[in-house]
């Protein structure tokens, strides 16, 4: 059964940090895998889809990385800001039957 | 462009009586659509999707139900609500099932007394 998992569930850090959140999942027949942000109280905003036969993608101040074989990606924020403030979700696609497998989220605070 | 409309943004129905979220996505034709249900601290639970008019898959077996009287809605209904009802409920669609990402609407937070 996969399981993904985001260390840490928050992370507090100063404007201006470049920084870094992991996902991990245990069954690497992925499809693809999503980062996704949630502000409070709202629905999720799509970052960045990362296909199983590609090692990363890039969108701004945006890059994740996906490494299949180890079961793990990266979601690397540079020159972080207090916009960035929101959690941030990453999501599995199954190969056998294309269900989305979501981690708990890590919660990001940019401080002033 | 693509737009997705969920409503309402927030609702407080007592333990009994029925429920009805409803979803609609303008500017796009035989989307995929989703139901799911976020709990504090935990990921989404999937449940209900649906690749076209009429079909719906249920992925956890409860008291909710999904219909999809249209092409672009989608109905989350219950007889009867219990306490355990309570949460975030988002709707999402997508083009396609693995080569686009889900887009979501701005969730409801249901209250069950």
């Known amino acids: 059964k996969q399981e993904v998992t985001q260390i840490p569930a928050a992370l507090s850090v100063p404007e201006g940090e470049n920084l870094v959140l992991n996902c991990s999942f245990t069954?690497?027949?992925?499809?693809?895998l999503q980062w996704f942000r949630q502000d409070p109280g709202k629905g999720l905003t799509s970052l960045l889809l990362?296909?199983?036969s590609q090692r990363e993608q890039t969108s701004g101040r945006l890059n994740a990385s996906l490494d299949k074989s180890s079961g793990r990606s990266t979601l690397y924020i540079a020159a972080s800001q207090p916009g960035d403030s929101a959690t941030y979700l990453c999501?599995?696609?199954?190969?056998?039957?294309?269900?989305?497998?979501w981690g708990a989220g890590t919660k990001l605070i940019i401080k002033p | 462009s693509q737009t997705i409309h969920q409503w309402p943004a927030t609702l407080v129905q007592p333990v009994g009586s029925p429920l009805s979220l409803e979803c609609t996505v303008e500017?796009?034709?035989?989307?995929?659509l989703y139901w799911y249900r976020q709990a504090a601290g935990r990921g989404l639970q999937l449940l209900f999707y649906?690749?076209?008019?009429?079909?719906i898959s249920s992925e956890v077996p409860q008291n909710l139900s999904a219909s999809r009287p249209q092409d672009r809605q989608f109905i989350l209904s219950s007889k009867k609500l219990l306490l355990s009802d309570s949460g975030f409920y988002l709707c999402?669609?997508?083009?396609?099932?693995?080569?686009?990402?889900?887009?979501f609407g701005n969730g409801t937070r249901l209250t069950v007394t």
């Open positions: 999402a669609w997508s083009p396609d099932r693995g080569n686009s990402p889900l887009h």
């Open positions: 500017g796009t034709s035989n989307p995929n």
């Open positions: 649906s690749i076209g008019i009429g079909q």
């Open positions: 069954d690497s027949a992925i499809y693809n």
């Open positions: 990362i296909q199983s």
């Open positions: 999501a599995v696609l199954m190969d056998s039957n294309y269900q989305l497998i």
